[in-house]
């Protein structure tokens, strides 16, 4: 969590965050799919003042030739901020922090994949923050779980992620950018729905073992309705393209 200096007095006040939700309430999400023409797959996830655009590309021929695995695809993950996303301007290219969430975020994708039908080829995955406002690693996971399916990517299922966490002594979900900042936890989850598999399970900050069940619960809940509206986009994209052929 971040520094304290330039807080708010209070990030909940009678009953309501400063954004207006309620604890439990998750902010808006929009899922648009096929974005980017010239990709294999591709979306665009907004997530309240959080917005990342998507792309895959795949599967394709393994380069460099160090990353090939036989057994398996090697899944390429690529997370980045435009340098515009933040009030700050962000520097341009790779550093740290994108390489690590770029791993991060693949791991938590990678049991979604029938990875062993695609061995010896590469999965890329494209991820761009063009708004940062909290949740952006949840925000493109989402993303780029859609922009698999619409690769055609063999999947066992979609992955839905969400972050919950604890500011001002309350729990609750899906941070916004004071409270990330300001908050006493955050805690990024993901899951593949169906079978209720977590693939991402990170926190920052400190919580109880009964802080954490709370949380793990009201995340899981808000994946049954993010689940929803990732089948509801999908769904959209081929209605409008099977009318399109005929």
Do not use: H, W
């Amino acid at each position: 969590m971040g520094s304290k200096v330039g807080a708010p007095e209070k990030l909940i006040v009678n009953g309501k965050r400063l954004d207006g939700r309620k604890l439990n309430e998750m902010r808006k999400m929009d899922i648009k799919i096929g974005v980017i023409p010239n990709a294999d797959g591709s979306s665009m996830v907004t997530l309240g003042g959080t917005k990342v655009i998507c792309s895959v590309y795949g599967p394709k021929e393994v380069l460099p030739r160090r990353n090939l695995d036989t057994e398996q695809a090697f899944l390429n993950c690529v997370y980045g901020m435009a340098s515009f996303s933040t009030p700050e301007r962000v520097r341009p290219g790779p550093n740290r922090r994108s390489t690590e969430i770029g791993k991060v975020i693949a791991d938590a994708l990678a049991p979604a994949i029938f990875m062993e039908k695609y061995a010896g080829s590469e999965i890329t995955i494209i991820m761009e923050v063009i708004n940062a406002n909290a949740g952006t690693r949840t925000a493109a996971i989402n993303a780029a779980s859609v922009a698999l399916a619409d690769a055609g990517i063999e999947m066992r299922d979609l992955v839905c992620s969400i972050a919950s966490g604890k500011a001002d002594g309350q729990l609750m979900l899906d941070l916004f950018e004071a409270e990330d900042n300001f908050g006493e936890a955050d805690m990024p989850l993901a899951v593949l729905p169906r079978t209720k598999e977590i693939t991402l399970l990170q926190m920052d900050g400190m919580l109880s073992t009964a802080e954490i069940k709370k949380l793990t619960d009201m995340s899981m809940k808000a994946c049954e309705e993010l689940y929803k509206l990732q089948k509801k986009a999908l769904q959209e994209k081929y209605e409008t393209e099977k009318d399109a052929s005929e």
